[in-house]
C-alpha cells in the first residue's frame, strides 16, 4: 500500500511559480514510477509528469514542456512539481499518483494504482 498527499497548491498570477509537493509514505512507494496528472472543471483528468523510481527518467505532458518539472526525494518521501510560467489553463485541481513497476513510466492513467486527494492550482489572468 501506497498513501499518498498533495500539498502546496494556491491563487497566483500568470506567470508565477509554484511547487507542489507529494508525501509519500507505504513498503513500497520508493520503488514506485510517481506521475502528475490535472483536472480541470468539466473536464477529464489528464497526464502532467512522471517519473521513475530512480529519478532519472522523466516525461512530460507536451502542454508542459519546459514550464514544468518533476522531481523526487527518496530520502524525503516526497516528489515534487516546480510549475514555472503559469498559465490561466493550467488551473486544475492536481493529483499525485504511484504506479508499480517503478522502471517504467508512464502518462497513461489507468497505470497508476494509488491516487492522492489532490490539491487545487488556480491561475488568473
Known amino acids: 500500500q501506497v498513501q499518498l498527499v498533495e500539498s502546496g497548491g494556491g491563487l497566483v498570477q500568470?506567470?508565477?511559480s509554484l511547487r507542489l509537493s507529494c508525501a509519500a509514505s507505504g513498503r513500497t512507494w520508493r520503488s514506485a514510477a510517481m506521475g502528475?496528472?490535472?483536472?480541470?472543471?468539466?473536464?477529464?483528468?489528464?497526464?502532467?509528469?512522471?517519473?521513475?523510481?530512480?529519478?532519472?527518467?522523466?516525461?512530460?505532458?507536451?502542454?508542459?514542456?519546459?514550464?514544468?518539472?518533476?522531481?523526487?526525494?527518496?530520502?524525503?518521501?516526497t516528489v515534487y512539481l516546480q510549475m514555472n510560467s503559469l498559465k490561466s489553463e493550467d488551473t486544475?485541481?492536481?493529483?499525485?499518483?504511484?504506479?508499480?513497476?517503478?522502471?517504467?513510466?508512464?502518462?497513461?492513467?489507468s497505470e497508476y494504482d494509488y491516487w492522492g486527494q489532490g490539491t487545487q492550482v488556480t491561475v488568473s489572468s
Open 14 to 16: 500568470a506567470g508565477d
Open 36 to 77: 502528475w496528472f490535472r483536472q480541470a472543471p468539466g473536464k477529464e483528468r489528464e497526464f502532467v509528469a512522471a517519473i521513475n523510481w530512480r529519478g532519472d527518467s522523466t516525461i512530460y505532458a507536451d502542454s508542459v514542456k519546459g514550464r514544468f518539472t518533476i522531481s523526487r526525494d527518496n530520502a524525503k518521501d
Open 92 to 109: 486544475a485541481v492536481y493529483y499525485c499518483a504511484a504506479k508499480h513497476w517503478g522502471t517504467v513510466v508512464s502518462s497513461t492513467i
